[in-house]
């Protein structure tokens, strides 16, 4: 067998899987036979059961057919006549019987049964009762002399047919068990050779499959052993090569900035080029931060530290980070955290920090103009099952919610996302060299964190991204920074902002004041109209229509906010300008400038009302 197969020349991949067909060739006509065998001798058995079967149920269908006969005959009164045939049709029935055990399978086997006195006996039951039919059909013309006769010539054969039946029981017995015996040994015999012949076979196919299984272990392990080398070096190109693209831009722009600041004199260039060194070193730093969370999850040696600290600080923080990079693109933020939220929660905020940040910077990427709303806002799933942090009463769930009105991503990039951790065939999460080093580590920490990550996207319609995280809540949570401000009830106010998007934002944000607003998604300036604030955002009929618009509301004196470029610059009627990234944070003093003595008003007046009362 060695040198049978010490040699690979002739055991090419199309000779070995004909021998394979060969050998399962041979094991499965042998199965086959011994089926086929197994099942004839078993359609044998069946067959002489049902004969023997049918043997007895008609044997004793004859003993009760003629005591009913009988009992019929007997039972006959003179207000049963004529019979019209009934006494026929009786007798008809205990004739079918007779018929049927001296007919085919039944009746042969019958006729071997105690010498043939079987058959005798039957052929003397169907004698008399033939001779009845005589003395029947008189009966059947009215005449009841002869019924005496009948019935007594009836009783006459009972012996005859119980004898019968006992002889058939006994020789059907006999029959059956001799059959059983000789089948069973000729079962027997077929059962053993097929066993031999088996045997042998396996044999042959041990000693022969051994041998090429040994063959192909060895080719396999050495194919899997070229591939995983194959394998690791172009994971360490790949890495390589990604760590240098990530690095090398930062890198570049602090080496280009610091080259351009060595020849500039002028304070306003080099505040400009410091900031932008400034900039690039710390994109630079959170490159080799993130690198190094990703080492450290694939090693699973990353810990979570959950901390106590203020939510809205700590995001809005997340978006001065990019406000830069917005401002040269004139991408218009807004951030929105659900007052529901507790102010202070306990949550490791480095890593949340981390994952809205990626989820900013694809954000950015994918949007060359438009906008990109931030909401953090409770999440409809239920609190994972783990132990409470320190100083925690409870575990809740937020939510992340990011979305923007760009391109959309590539579909390569989003099926490399669509990967769950927890699903049995998907344990790893997305290369970076597939969908990019922020977002593998933000998927990466979102699973870490026991939370989940969904996303959806249109092509030219953007994107938005979805997290759910769970969060501790502190046994004592006291916060000073508190929206704590309330508009009167009524207020209202206009969102002049044909990107709907943005408008339903801002709409959440006055709702978080107790104003209820009106939203312009045509942009039409609705002057005419009374409000208590107008919110004068992207609109292009201001162009046609602003001059007149900002008279109206002179006059009406309406407070007038805005981001709207032309309006803000307007030096007729001056608006209080927002800037970007608009948060709660920015309108909470604006507003409550502009309603703290409709507030007072309102407590004085509702002080009074109840003191009348």
Known sequence: MERLFKGNTWLSKFKLWVLYGFIAFIIAITIAVFGIITYTSDSSKNNSRRVFESSLWNTLQLQIQSYRFLNYLIALEDSDYPLNGNAFFEYDLLMSRV??????????????????????LLNIINGELELLSFNLSKIENG?????????????????????????????????????????????????????????????????????????????????????????????????????????????????????????????????????????????????????????????????????????????????????????????????????????????????????????????ITHTPSGSISLQIRPSALSAPQMPLATDTKEIRVLQIAL????????????????????????????????????????????????????????????????????????????????????????????????????????????????????????GSLQEYKNYDMVILGNTPRFERDGNDALQQWKTKSCPILGYHPQAVNNSEYPIIPLQFPLTQTQLEPIIASLFSYQTTASQETSSKAHKND
Not at 102 to 114: A, K, M, N, Y
């Open 143 to 363: 005449d009841t002399s002869y019924l005496p006769d009948l019935i007594e010539r009836i009783q006459r054969i009972e012996d005859q047919i119980n004898e019968f039946v006992t002889l058939v029981n006994k020789g059907s017995n006999e029959f059956i068990s001799n059959q059983h015996r000789t089948l069973q040994k000729n079962l027997d015999d077929i059962q053993l050779l097929s066993m031999a012949l088996l045997a042998c076979l396996l044999c042959l196919c041990f000693f022969t499959v051994k041998g090429l299984t040994e063959l192909k272990n060895v080719i396999r392990r050495n194919k899997d052993l070229k591939l995983g080398i194959q394998t690791i070096n172009e994971d360490k190109a790949n890495l390589l090569s990604f760590v240098n693209q990530e690095i090398r831009s930062p890198i570049n722009a602090i080496l280009g900035t610091a080259k351009t600041l060595n020849c500039t004199t002028s304070k306003n260039d080099i505040k400009v080029l410091s900031k932008h060194i400034d900039e690039s070193g710390h994109q630079l730093l959170q490159t080799i931060e993130m690198l190094s969370d990703l080492a450290l999850i694939d090693a699973k040696q990353l810990t979570l530290n959950p901390t106590i600290e203020y939510l809205q600080n700590s995001v809005e923080d997340c978006l001065a980070i990019f406000e830069p990079q917005m401002a040269r693109k004139n991408l218009q933020s807004i951030l929105y955290i659900d007052p529901l939220l507790p102010k202070d929660i306990s949550l490791d905020f480095i890593r949340t920090k981390e994952i809205i940040v990626a989820l900013l910077q694809n954000a």
């Open 99 to 120: 018929d049927l055990l001296r007919q085919g399978d039944v009746g042969s086997l019958i006729r071997t049964f105690e010498g043939g006195r079987t058959t005798r």
């Open 403 to 522: 979305r923007d009105t760009g391109l959309g991503m590539p579909n390569e990039l989003q099926q490399n996302l669509r990967v769950n951790p927890y699903l049995p065939m998907q344990k790893e999460g997305p290369l970076p060299s597939k969908v990019g080093l922020s977002l593998a580590l933000c998927h990466k920490l979102v699973y870490l964190m026991q939370g989940e990550m969904h996303f959806s996207c249109a092509p030219q319609k953007g994107c938005e991204f979805w997290v759910d995280i769970p969060f501790y809540v502190p046994n004592d949570c006291p916060s000073t920074k508190q929206l704590n401000f309330q508009c009167p009830d009524q207020t209202q106010a206009l969102i002049i902002e044909t990107d709907i998007h943005l408008a339903k934002i801002i709409s959440l944000q006055l709702a978080a004041f107790n104003i209820d607003a009106v939203i312009s998604k045509d």
